[in-house]
């Protein structure tokens, strides 16, 4: 038994009790069961010779508060060397350890929100790519069926009209692809797609572009490409025309006279790489200085109010640089002395060392193909829930000469297989009862036809890796809503003369 033999005037005011009351008085009248084991461990090393530092712990005071307390003791030995008590020192910690659960409890709080925020972030982008893939599809009606009245004899009248919808459809277009580059920014989803082009002829189509939107509006375009770019180079070929098609489309949009001027140089490179600056100037608007923090911000334009004549959602910029970074660029922009506004995009490129010329197959020259005959007793089956996309794909291919089978949904298509021949399966992936992969899978596990049928997935589906899981399903190709008819006809003619 370890009696009481000593009591600081410290302890008498930490724990309320006086030193008559404690000198002298067994450990177990004075704590708790709970307590007075957790003690007897402690003593049991001290008898030991071990030495206690630091240990932290709590006891009652007289009047039953808690006292968190650190705890250093040693043992004390009599005259013979035997283990005779122990003599500890009590620090009250309890205003730190106050602190600390204050300081876990903020912790936790700030985890729940950061839950909270990522899962609405999530929740976010899921919502994004839904709506771009549930717009996809009738964009696609609505610009596949312009395409064929403009096949039709249709007079002048009719022709700008029809121009004036392709126009819009164009932009609404551009906006769903804004959402979705959004949603797969902020899903972390995004990669490069890094292949061979020739930035010359790139470079070239975009300036085109920009000679007839500014001639239009009755603007000086200025150009100058540096001679000393490698032309011959590898990367992101089509967000490079993105970035470039967004800069130059504000820059004409906001300036109603004056000039655009484009410019194009190399600011560094060595054997394997260079870096190329693009210099976009105009003689516009201009940047509004309270808004110059923010321009790079989603969802962000310079003028708020509701006569905002420039139409738009805020997004292109934003997306924009996000995509320069991931090229190991950037994006910035300098306030012109006398008005307007300079543009400045930076990117990375590889050097292509092969120096092989591409091979160009399965693609389109000046919007034209030269092509083959093709027999027109092909049978196609689309295979697609949506009845307008089926009533424009019957008149896009029936157009060609070819024949048309319908099919609602898998299973429908699964039966059209068993008991009619058919050449090529165009495919959508989203469908009710059995979607895209699933009859795919079928349709390759049961070898209907008796022979491989090309099946070419055409999807609202726009994202890099759903290409990816559409040829991982043994389909043979893939198209994205909306397309162009002319690349349909491409893709089909390709896949039936293999």
């Known amino acids: 038994m370890l009696y009481t033999i000593y009591w600081s005037k ?109 899962y609405a972030n999530k929740a976010k982008s899921i919502f994004l790519a839904n709506i771009s893939h549930e717009l996809r599809t009738p964009m696609n009606g609505i610009l596949a069926g312009l395409q064929l009245i403009k096949l039709e004899d249709i007079n002048e009248e009719q022709a700008k009209y029809i121009n004036i919808l392709n126009d819009s459809a164009n932009t609404m277009l551009r906006v769903i692809n804004n959402l979705l580059d959004v949603s797969k920014i902020e899903s972390g989803g995004f990669k490069l797609n890094c292949e061979r082009f020739n930035l010359r002829e790139t470079i070239n189509n975009i300036y085109n572009s920009l ?134 995009f930076t990117c990375e490129f590889q050097k292509n060392k092969t120096k092989k010329h591409r091979l160009k197959t399965n693609s389109m020259s000046n919007n034209k193909i030269t092509r083959e005959k093709i027999d027109q007793d092909k049978v196609i089956l689309y295979v697609e829930d949506n009845l307008i996309s089926q009533e424009v794909m019957e008149s896009i291919l029936k ?25 090529i399966i165009l495919m959508d992936i989203q469908m009710p009862e059995l979607n895209g992969f699933e009859t795919t899978k079928i349709i390759r596990d049961e070898g209907l036809g008796g022979k491989h049928i090309p099946i070419i997935a055409i999807t609202a589906y726009a994202m890099r890796e759903d290409k990816e899981k559409c040829i991982q399903a043994n389909m043979d190709d893939y198209l994205v809503k909306p397309f162009e008819v002319e690349k349909l006809y491409e893709i089909i003619e390709f896949n039936l003369r293999k």
């Open 211 to 344: 000679l007839i939107t500014g001639n239009i509006k009755g603007l000086e375009v200025v150009y100058y490409l540096d001679p000393n770019i490698d032309f011959d180079i590898i990367g992101d070929q089509v967000k490079l025309i993105e970035i470039l098609s967004n800069l130059i489309t504000n820059a004409v949009r906001f300036t109603n006279q004056g000039y655009v001027s484009f410019r194009v140089k190399v600011i560094s490179q060595d054997e394997y790489s260079e870096k190329i600056e693009f210099r976009i100037k105009d003689s516009g608007n201009g940047i509004d200085e309270n808004f110059r923090d923010r321009i790079f911000n989603a969802f962000s334009q310079g003028d708020l109010s509701t006569r905002n004549e420039y139409i738009g959602v805020g997004l292109s910029l934003s997306i924009s640089k996000h995509f320069a970074v991931l090229m190991n660029g950037d994006i910035c922009f300098e306030k012109n002395e006398d008005k307007g506004s300079t543009f400045i």
């Open 399 to 423: 157009s060609k000469g070819y024949k048309y089978i319908a099919a609602y949904n898998g299973n429908e298509a699964l039966h059209i297989l068993r008991n009619n021949k058919v050449d």
């Open 10 to 118: 410290g302890a008498e005011t930490k724990f309320g009790f006086k030193k008559e009351e404690v000198i002298g008085k067994n450990m177990s009248e004075l704590l708790s069961e709970e307590i007075l084991e957790e003690s007897r461990k402690l003593i049991d090393m001290l008898s030991q010779g071990k030495i206690v530092k630091d240990y932290e712990t709590v006891r009652f005071a007289k009047d039953g508060t808690i006292v968190n307390l650190s705890i250093s003791a040693s043992p004390i030995y009599d005259e013979n060397g035997a283990f005779s008590g122990v003599t500890a020192i009590y620090r009250d910690i309890t205003d730190r350890k106050l602190i600390e659960k204050k300081l876990v409890e903020k912790c936790e709080q700030l985890e729940l929100l950061k839950e909270r925020a990522e």
